[in-house]
């Protein structure tokens, strides 16, 4: 049998840059800087360069981030926030850990990305904010969904945990809502040497809140204004997040190739491919195709040393951790049926030309079989 090829690979990623990761992780030490500090703060200012925001603020995972970006707006018990239930369960945990309810509306079929068409009528008086999700790497409709927004006087948060330096018409993620958040989990597309998130925005009273939020609720040390968190990210990580970060583009680009090459080389198998909406540019956090029969290319590629991976098996609604909204299946069909469907492919920048075309042939195998 021919090699594996691994789902992910972050040892091919993390090998060429062990000197330099090594170096930074030692400065950390070096100066005790272990939780913020210098390398974070130059990190914060960096990111938010690269996204083209005023304000980055690390925080100690993404999740964290979200739960902010909540008690930013205002969320708390009883309100309503409108969101996709096609997504990482983090999203919604931002909204559950305010004590309010996420509301769910169907996602588009095309990009897997919440269905701006179906905010309006999910809008009731208790609508804090509307939270939808860049997924997979692809922007949602940031226009649609901020018109919406615009006209009922509701904030929107990217939930940009798979899309660092995705672009919707040009324009980069994370400083197109009123909050962005991100996750440096090791296997997102920025990704620290352990836990990591941020939280964006280009509202200086936001930024000077979430800032005190991170900290136990403190501007003044042991002086606390209002309940806070202990959601600061390490000094390591932004150490090794400053020296990757540098290299994100060219890996955002590596990821555009091995698209590109799967788009060719799986054209004309009967999967349904991933579809960039027109205007987008997708971060390619990872390349999920789409087929009903699904279980059986899966233990296929298992059978046959390719890695694979569902995203997501169960949408949100259906969780058993949310059977007291009360959904049904079928509530949101376009959502299920996605995740009875969808397979995510190996993608990761370091992906070689043999690799990607193991994985075509093996997929062409199947559909021969
Ligand atoms: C990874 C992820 C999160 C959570 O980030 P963590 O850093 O793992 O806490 C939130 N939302 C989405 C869509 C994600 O993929």
């Known amino acids: 049998m021919s090699e594996p090829v691994p789902y992910l690979d972050l040892r091919a990623q993390l ?10 992780i030692a400065r950390t030490l070096d100066n005790c800087s272990f939780c913020l500090g210098p390398d974070v703060a130059q990190f914060e200012k960096d990111f938010a360069v690269f996204c083209g925001a005023q304000h980055a603020l690390g925080f100690n995972s993404g999740t964290s981030a979200l739960h902010v970006a909540m008690r930013l707006l205002g969320v708390g018990p009883g309100d309503e926030v409108i969101t996709t239930p096609y997504t990482f369960i983090a999203t919604s945990w931002a909204i559950s850990y305010c004590g309010a309810k996420p509301v769910y509306v169907d996602i588009d079929d095309a990009t897997f990305n919440l269905d701006p068409n179906l905010i309006e009528r999910a809008i009731t008086p208790r609508t804090k904010a509307v939270l939808p999700v860049h997924l997979y790497g692809q922007p949602f ?3 649609a969904v901020a018109a919406i927004c615009r006209k ?11 899309a660092h330096g995705a672009k919707f018409k040009g324009k980069t993620v994370g400083s197109l809502g009123d909050i962005a958040c991100f996750s440096f989990y090791p296997a997102k597309n920025l990704g620290a ?10 509202n200086a ?29 390490e000094g390591i990580q932004g150490a090794v997040l400053g020296v990757k970060l540098k290299h994100l583009g060219r890996w955002t680009r590596e990821r555009q190739r091995v698209a590109d090459r799967y788009a060719e080389l799986l054209g004309d198998t009967p999967l349904k491919l991933p579809v960039v909406a027109a205007g987008n540019e997708s971060a390619w956090h990872l390349y999920t195709v789409r087929h009903p029969r699904r279980e059986e290319l899966k233990k296929f590629l298992d059978a046959n040393g390719i890695g694979n991976a569902v995203h997501y098996p169960l949408p949100l609604h259906l969780q058993k951790v949310y059977a007291p909204l009360g959904h049904q299946p079928g509530d949101f069909p376009v959502a299920e049926k996605a995740a009875r469907e ?28």
Request: proline residues 4%; contains cysteine; aromatic residues 8%.
């Open 205 to 233: 009273a936001l930024a000077a809140r979430a800032k005190a939020l991170r900290e136990h609720g403190s501007t003044v040390r042991y002086h606390h204004d209002e309940v806070g968190y202990n959601y600061r990210l």
């Open 342 to 369: 969808c397979l995510s492919l190996p993608m990761f920048p370091e992906l070689t030309d043999a690799q990607i075309q193991r994985v075509a042939a093996v997929v062409k195998d199947f559909f021969r079989s």
């Open 15 to 24: 090998k060429p840059l062990r000197a330099e990761i090594d170096a930074a």
């Open 193 to 202: 040497c352990g836990e990591g998130g941020a939280l964006v925005t280009n």
């Open 141 to 143: 409709d940031v226009d």
């Open 152 to 162: 009922h006087k509701l904030p929107f948060v990217e939930d940009a945990a798979q």
